[in-house]
C-alpha cells in the first residue's frame, strides 16, 4: 500500500525526521489560509497523487506571494498529472500539499528498501538528487552508496559513516546530521513495516542540516493488521476501482489492454495463460486469480468485472484444480451466467481434481456460447479464434 | 530415490487443529505422509486425526523424532512458529501460509539459517515425493511416480507442469513448490544441485515468473554444475511494470526482474526454455526422448 506525500511526512514527523513545514488542504480558498498560517515568504505547491515524477508533470511549483500561491492551488487542483509512473491517461489530482519555501544548498538522494538478495533492508543514497534513480544506476552506477542493515544488530554507527564518506560529507556537523536522520529512518521503515522509503530530494540547507523535501512511502500489505493508523491512511481513489472491488471477493485483478478476458486460479498459472493468449496470437484484457476459494459468488463476480470492459470479446476461465474441485467451479459458471449476462464466448478449461464430472456437468447446462477447451494451449487456441470472430 | 522427504520423514504439523491444517493434514496422512503429531498451544495431550497434540514443538520432537514440520499457523504467527522449530532441532519447515509480513520472515529466515534448519515458502503449495510423501496442499493424484524434478514458484504451475510431463508417460521424482513472495526460504540454487545428485533425477522441470532474481542466479549455476536437462517457463512475459501480480514478489521494478531477462539468461545457460506452459510435457519429451 502506498500513502501520500503529505502522509508520509506525517510519520517523519513523528520521528524527528526533519522536513518543510506543511498543510494538506482540498480547495484553493483552503490553500491561502494555509499559505497564511505557514507564513511564506515562499511557499511550494504540490499535487497530492501516488506517483513520482511530479514535478516533470506541472504539478509542482513555486510561488511567492498569496496571490500566486492561489493561482497556482487553482491550476494544479482538479488537473489530470500524466508523469512517467502513471498511466497514459494519467491521475486527477484531488489534493494539494502547501508547504514552506526550503533553503536548499544541494540535492541529495537517500531511500529504504528491502534487498531480497541480502534478505534484508538496504539504505541507498547518491549525490545525485532530484534525479530519476534508475538513470543514475544506469549511467552512473558509482555514485549509488549501498549500505545493507541487519535487523538482528540494527543500524550501528558504522552504517551512518559509510553514508557520510559516501556522500562525501567532510564536515563533522554534517556527517553527525546524516547519520541521525538515517538512523531515524531506519527506525520508522522497520517498526511501520514499510517495503520502501524514498526521499528525492533530500536537502542539505546552507546550515549543513537535511530536510527531506519529499516523501514517497509503501507498506507490506501483509502487515497492515498491525498498524492500523497506517492502513487508515488507504486512499482507495487512487486505486483502480476494479482492482479494489475484485480485492472484495477474494479476487486479485488488474487491467490489462487485450480482448479476452481471463479467470484462473493462482497467481503463476494467471499469468502463464496470459502469456499463452499471447503466444498463440491474441491479447489478454486482464489478470485475474480467482484464490483457492472460488465459488459461485467469486467466479459470478468475475465475469462481472472481466465484462465491464467494452474491448473484451471471448473469455477463457482455466481451471487446474487442486484443493479446488472442478465440478463446483462448473456449477459456479453455470450459476454465473444465471446472474450475469455473458454475452461473449466462454472458453472453459477445467482440469485437476473432479475435472470429468465438471465436464459432465458443463455439457448437461446445454449454455449456448460455452465451448469446452481440453488442456490449456486447445482451450487458449479456442479463446484466441473466438476473440477473433472465427 | 527423492530430495529432502521420503516415506521415512517423519513430520508434525503446527497449526494441527486449525481448520486448514486439519483438512490438510489429513490428506496429507490419507496419501501416505508418516504424520506422526502436531503442535498446537494449550491442547497438548490431546489426540487429533488419531495423532499426538503437544504444546510445543520440542516436546513433540522428543516425544516423535519428528524432522520436518509443515506450517499452517496463521500470517501474524508465522515467523513465531518458524523460530520455534528452528530452535526446538526440525530439519526442514515447510511452510504453507499465506500473508505472512516480510519483516517476520526476515527474522525467522535469518535465525532458521543460524540453526541449521531449511524453510519452504512461506505461501507455497509444499514438497511432495510421488507415491511417498506429500507435504503441503496439492493434488496428489496427479503426481505419478517418474524420474523428472521440478521446482516452481507457483502451486498451480506446479500441477499443470507435472500433469503435462505424466501425460507425456513420464513421472516425478520430487516436486518442490517455494512460493512466490518476497523471501522465501530454499530456492533454486538449492534445490538444483540435490536433483543433479538425485540418481533418479533424469531431467528438471523449473518454473519461475517475474520479480526479483533468483532465476538470473540459477542460469548461472546451471551453467556451471547441472548437467541434466532443464526445461523453463517463466510467467509473466505479459505483465505490465510496477504491479504486483498476484503473489507479493512478483512485480518488475522499472526495468528489473522482467520475463524476458530471465529467460534471456537461461537460455543463455543451455536450458530449453517454453513461450507457453503449455509447452512444458512437449518439452521435457523431447529432452528425455518420447516413451
Not at chain 1, 552506477?141 to 556522500?167: C, M, N, W, Y
Not at chain 1, 522497520?190 to 523535501?213: C, R, Y
Not at chain 2, 522465501?184 to 532474481?213: H, K, R, W
Request: proline share 4%.
Amino acid at each position: 500500500m502506498n500513502i501520500h506525500e503529505y502522509q508520509a511526512k506525517q510519520i517523519f514527523k513523528k520521528y524527528g525526521v526533519p522536513t518543510p513545514k506543511g498543510i494538506m488542504v482540498e480547495s484553493v480558498k483552503d490553500a491561502v489560509t494555509a499559505a497564511e498560517q505557514l507564513g511564506g515568504p515562499v511557499w511550494v505547491v504540490k499535487a497530492q497523487i501516488h506517483a513520482g515524477g511530479r514535478g516533470l508533470g506541472g504539478g509542482v511549483k513555486l510561488a511567492k506571494s498569496l496571490e500566486e500561491v492561489e493561482t497556482l492551488a487553482d491550476e494544479i487542483l482538479g488537473m489530470t498529472l500524466v508523469t512517467h509512473q502513471t498511466t497514459a491517461e494519467g491521475k486527477l489530482v484531488q489534493k494539494l500539499y502547501i508547504e514552506d519555501g526550503a533553503d536548499i544548498k544541494e540535492e541529495l538522494y537517500l531511500s529504504v528498501v528491502l534487498d531480497r538478495k541480502l534478505e534484508m533492508p538496504l539504505i541507498m543514497a547518491s549525490t545525485e538528487g532530484g534525479m530519476n534513480i534508475e538513470d543514475v544506476a544506469a549511467n552512473t552506477p558509482e555514485k549509488i552508496i549501498t549500505v545493507p542493515v541487519d535487523p538482528a544488530i540494527g543500524f550501528q554507527s558504522f552504517h551512518g559513516r559509510e553514508l557520510a564518506f559516501g556522500l562525501g560529507l567532510t564536515d563533522k556537523d554534517e556527517q553527525k546530521n546524516i547519520i541521525r536522520f538515517a538512523s531515524k529512518l531506519y527506525k520508522l521503515y522497520m517498526e511501520n513495516d514499510a517495503e520502501m522509503i524514498e526521499i528525492n530530494p533530500l536537502v542539505k540547507t546552507g546550515k549543513g542540516e537535511f530536510i527531506a523535501l519529499d516523501g514517497k512511502m509503501g507498506f507490506d500489505n501483509s502487515a497492515l493488521g498491525r498498524h492500523p493508523e497506517i492502513a487508515a491512511m488507504r486512499d482507495l481513489t487512487e486505486e483502480d476501482a476494479d482492482e479494489v472491488e475484485a480485492a472484495k471477493y477474494g479476487l486479485s485483478y488488474v487491467a490489462l489492454d487485450g480482448e479476452i478476458g481471463c479467470m484462473v486460479n493462482g497467481a503463476g498459472l494467471a499469468m502463464g495463460t496470459m502469456d499463452t493468449i499471447n503466444y498463440m496470437g491474441g491479447t489478454p484484457a486482464n489478470f485475474l486469480d480467482v484464490g483457492g476459494s472460488a465459488n459461485a459468488e467469486t467466479v459470478a463476480k468475475g465475469f462481472e468485472i472481466i465484462l465491464k470492459n467494452p474491448k473484451v470479446k471471448a473469455i477463457f476461465v482455466n481451471i487446474f484444480g487442486g484443493i479446488v474441485r472442478c465440478d463446483r467451479i462448473a456449477n459456479g459458471i453455470i450459476e454465473a451466467t444465471k446472474i450475469t449476462d455473458v454475452n461473449v464466448p466462454v472458453i472453459v478449461r477445467l482440469d485437476g481434481t473432479n475435472a470429468p464430472e465438471a465436464a459432465e456437468i458443463l455439457k448437461n447446462a446445454n449454455i449456448a456460447n460455452l465451448i469446452v477447451g481440453d488442456d490449456l494451449g486447445d482451450g487458449a487456441a479456442k479463446a484466441v479464434a473466438a476473440a477473433k470472430g472465427e | 530415490m527423492s530430495i529432502l522427504v521420503n516415506k521415512d520423514t517423519k513430520v508434525i504439523v503446527q497449526g494441527f487443529t486449525g481448520k486448514e491444517g486439519s483438512f490438510h493434514a489429513e490428506q496429507c496422512i490419507a496419501y501416505g505422509t508418516n504424520i506422526v503429531g502436531g503442535v498446537t498451544p494449550n491442547k497438548g495431550g490431546q489426540v487429533h486425526l488419531d495423532k499426538p497434540v503437544f504444546n510445543t514443538v520440542a516436546e513433540a520432537i522428543k516425544a516423535t523424532d519428528a524432522t520436518v514440520s509443515m506450517i499452517f499457523v496463521p500470517p501474524a504467527f508465522v515467523g513465531d512458529a518458524v523460530m520455534e522449530a528452528a530452535e526446538a532441532g526440525i530439519e526442514l519447515a515447510v511452510i504453507i501460509t499465506e500473508g505472512a509480513p516480510v519483516k517476520d520472515m526476515q527474522m525467522a529466515k535469518a535465525h532458521a539459517t543460524k540453526h541449521g534448519m531449511k524453510t519452504l515458502g512461506p505461501n507455497c503449495p509444499g514438497i511432495i515425493t510421488a507415491e511417498e510423501c506429500k507435504i503441503g496442499i496439492m493434488p496428489g493424484s496427479i503426481f505419478k511416480k517418474g524420474n523428472v524434478g521440478l521446482i516452481s514458484k507457483s502451486g498451480t504451475l506446479t500441477y499443470e507442469g507435472a500433469n503435462q510431463v505424466c501425460n507425456e508417460g513420464f513421472g516425478i521424482t520430487t516436486a518442490i513448490g517455494i512460493g512466490g513472495d518476497p523471501i522465501i526460504g530454499l530456492s533454486y540454487n538449492q534445490i538444483l544441485p540435490m536433483f543433479e545428485a538425485d540418481p533418479e533425477t533424469e531431467a528438471i522441470v523449473m518454473i519461475g515468473e517475474i520479480g526479483g532474481d533468483l532465476e538470473i542466479q540459477a542460469a548461472k549455476l546451471i551453467k556451471e554444475q547441472i548437467t541434466k536437462p532443464v526445461v523453463a517457463f517463466i510467467a509473466g512475459q505479459t505483465a505490465p511494470k510496477g504491479k504486483t501480480m498476484g503473489h507479493a514478489g512478483a512485480i518488475v521494478s522499472g526495468s528489473a526482474g522482467t520475463a524476458k531477462e530471465k529467460m534471456e539468461a537461461l537460455e543463455a545457460a543451455g536450458v530449453k526454455v517454453v513461450v507457453s506452459p503449455a509447452e512444458i510435457g512437449k518439452a521435457i519429451a523431447e529432452v528425455l526422448g518420447k516413451k
